[in-house]
């Protein structure tokens, strides 16, 4: 399966991703703000990826002039049911339909890691203009909560990946800085937590793409046995996740073009 398919296995979940993914905490935005020095309030930000735009509708709440882009069809619909009224163009970001020199900021919302960046860097430097900022951001599990980590493990066993780094929560993981370690950034870890019902835990699990691409039977067969184990650990059926926000904030010298 490759990294194409799996990107636009979203397109088959959007209206469960848009109900039960997890938003991100004020803190990410007042900490974008304080990194790049100016408000969002204001600023021209391009919103990458955008998907069913959780991301989109906080920059906007933060008072951005946003424009989104996006490549899948159903995820761009239920974007356009949420944000009637802000811009949307097809795109990624290998090549985007965007003009030189027009953003004050490029964001990417758990979506850097499906570009090539070979492309999208000199893409995003680009479109940036002199002194803006690219801000890619991850929800990561926390995983030094012992019953998310389990978890971790049963997921990546079922799914047949690795299961996530254990790696100290300061180390980059592989691959998010290729391309862009010759600039200037800044990386910050931000742990919020949010508290849903376990279907809706269960629906956010499954909205991912390792069980987007494994079928409906392997998945069905997954809550299953994981409805039945959390529901020992969490009688009452609500559950607490708690994230990571991994942020980093590259730079565009103010001198280059």
């Given at each position: ?6 990107a ?20 990410l935005?007042?900490?974008?703000e ?8 204001g600023?021209?930000v391009?919103?990458?990826g955008a998907?069913?735009?959780?991301g989109?509708?906080l ?12 490549p ?5 619909a239920e ?7 802000v811009?949307i163009?097809?795109g990624?970001g290998?090549a985007?339909p ?10 990417y ?11 999208s ?7 940036l203009r002199?002194?803006?900022a ?11 909560v012992?019953w ?7 997921i990546a066993h079922?799914?047949g ?7 100290r929560p300061d180390t ?9 370690s010759?600039?200037p950034y800044t990386r910050?870890?931000?742990r ?5 019902p376990l279907?809706t835990?269960l629906?956010?699990?499954t ?9 409906e039977?392997r ?14 650990g969490f009688p009452?059926?609500v559950v ?5 926000v991994d942020?980093l904030v ?6 280059q073009?």
């Amino acid at each position: 399966m490759t990294s194409v398919s799996r990107a636009l296995s979203f397109n088959a979940a959007a209206a469960q991703y848009a109900a039960n993914r997890p938003s991100y905490p004020p803190s990410l935005f007042s900490t974008i703000e304080e990194i790049t020095g100016r408000p969002l309030a204001g600023a021209r930000v391009a919103d990458i990826g955008a998907g069913t735009g959780i991301g989109t509708a906080l920059l906007r709440e933060r008072g951005a002039d946003v424009i989104a882009v996006e490549p899948g069809d159903a995820m761009a619909a239920e974007f356009q049911r949420a944000l009637p009224d802000v811009p949307i163009v097809r795109g990624d970001g290998n090549a985007l339909p965007l003009a030189d020199r027009s953003c004050d900021l490029i964001a990417y919302a758990q979506a850097w890691h499906w570009t090539d960046t070979s492309r999208s860097v000199p893409e995003a430097l680009r479109v940036l203009r002199p002194g803006g900022a690219l801000a890619l951001w991850w929800n990561t599990t926390a995983l030094d909560v012992p019953w998310a980590a389990a978890q971790d493990e049963r997921i990546a066993h079922w799914c047949g990946v690795a299961p996530n780094d254990r790696a100290r929560p300061d180390t980059i993981r592989a691959g998010r800085l290729a391309g862009l370690s010759d600039l200037p950034y800044t990386r910050r870890l931000l742990r919020w937590s949010r508290t849903v019902p376990l279907d809706t835990h269960l629906a956010n699990v499954t909205s991912h793409s390792a069980f987007l691409v494994l079928g409906e039977a392997r998945t069905q067969e997954f809550l299953a046995e994981e409805r039945a184990l959390l529901s020992e650990g969490f009688p009452g059926g609500v559950v607490e996740e708690t994230y990571v926000v991994d942020l980093l904030v590259v730079s565009k010298p103010r001198l280059q073009a």
